[in-house]
């Protein structure tokens, strides 16, 4: 069962161009991570958010929790080339170890 | 530091034998984390060590796998007899104390 679903599933946009990302769940988690991934390496945090309705922002990217933490969303304005990889989500619920990811956006910014 | 270190970079081996996967994780961390990797399944946890310990092997697929953390600076991950679904990419991972994790790039398994 696919617990975090993540759409959409693929994205080719062009340099400068706003763009929003999904991560829906019908279960509730205690916290919500995003992570970057690139081709041929591992995922690397970007931010985590713990309570309903966080709002954060990392540069050009802004980091959203659903007022009941069963979703979020990542909206990264005016992309760049350097922007291209794989947004994975992922949720935690109690222990914080173990963390449940959803399959990931995969992000194309052409020049 | 050189973050978490993974060998080989790349496997590949015939169906039925044995294959070890390698982690160094990074000096200091207390938990380390087993990963695999794939287009249909996305990222799935493995088996999580905490102070060398194992504590969840709950994603372990079959006794085909196992782990192990002899001490704070090595794991290996191994399956015997590997199987072509066994072929993905895996990750380690480490941590300090349940906070960011850090990954490996990673070993590309393909089993034939």
């Known amino acids: 069962t696919q617990l975090l679903e993540q759409s959409p599933q693929f994205l080719s946009i062009q340099e400068g161009e706003n763009l929003t990302v999904y991560c829906n769940s019908s279960?509730?988690?205690?916290?919500l991570q995003w992570y970057r991934q690139e081709p041929g390496e591992g995922p690397v945090l970007l931010v985590t958010?713990?309570?309903?309705?966080e709002v954060k922002k990392l540069k050009r990217l802004t980091f959203q929790f659903g007022d009941a933490r069963k979703d979020s969303s990542l909206h990264i304005t005016a992309a760049q080339p350097g922007d291209t990889g794989l947004y994975l989500c992922?949720?935690?619920?109690?222990?914080?170890?173990?963390?449940?990811f959803g399959k990931g956006t995969l992000l194309t910014v052409n020049p | 530091d050189a973050g978490v270190i993974q060998s080989p970079r790349h496997e590949v081996t015939e169906m039925g034998q044995e294959v070890t996967l390698r982690c160094k994780p990074i000096?200091?961390?207390?938990?380390l984390f087993w990963y695999r990797q794939t287009m249909m399944r996305g990222l799935e946890l493995l088996i999580y060590?905490?102070?060398?310990?194992?504590?969840?092997d709950s994603g372990m697929p079959e006794d085909r796998f196992s782990a192990k953390m002899p001490n704070a600076s090595f794991s290996t991950l191994k399956i015997q007899p590997s199987e072509p679904r066994d072929s993905a990419v895996y990750f380690c991972?480490?941590?300090?104390?349940?906070?960011?994790?850090?990954f490996g790039q990673g070993t590309r398994l393909t089993v034939v």
């Open positions: 991972a480490s941590s300090e104390a349940n906070t960011e994790a850090f």
């Open positions: 279960s509730v988690f205690s916290s």
């Open positions: 958010v713990v309570t309903g309705g």
């Open positions: 992922a949720g935690g619920r109690g222990s914080n170890y173990k963390l449940t």
């Open positions: 000096s200091g961390h207390n938990s």
């Open positions: 060590f905490n102070n060398n310990v194992p504590i969840d």
